[in-house]
């Protein structure tokens, strides 16, 4: 018996990393979470396999992208040990890392970004407890049930 697909919506600013630097390289570590509950859903819930809405945050028009996969199991985020890092964190140790990451890969791009705002007219399909479209939430990992991920992905 195989565990069951998991799904996920991942943050990213498309002036650092877009799904088309995903599309070029083909894998990349998802680095520099330093938020504990995102860190928790790397570590505790995501399975190589699971599945990756890829959103582009804070440009003209947020929304999803495209498609990715988990590649790893999460490990320690080696950008917390580099004082040269934005990422760095003293406290960190790395026989106690305090932050993890898993690596994605490129599944493919949309031909047009899910914007937010056709995201939040369907919230009401969505319900309540989907998390990008509560107020406050700012957490760049958020889980997304299997209704969910199919009421979004029929958006495309």
Known sequence: MTAR?????????????????????????????????????????????DGVLFYHSNTAVPGIAGLATIASEAYPDPTQFDAKSDYYDGKSSREDPRWLLVDVAFERKFDRVIPLDEIKARADELGEDFALTRRGNRLSVLPVTAAQWKVLLSME
């Open 5 to 49: 697909r998991r799904y996920w919506l991942m943050k990213s600013e498309p002036d650092t990393f877009s799904i088309e630097d995903l599309q070029r390289v083909r894998t990349e570590p998802w680095n520099g979470v330093r938020n504990y509950q995102a860190r928790n859903f790397m570590r505790d819930g995501m399975k190589v396999g």
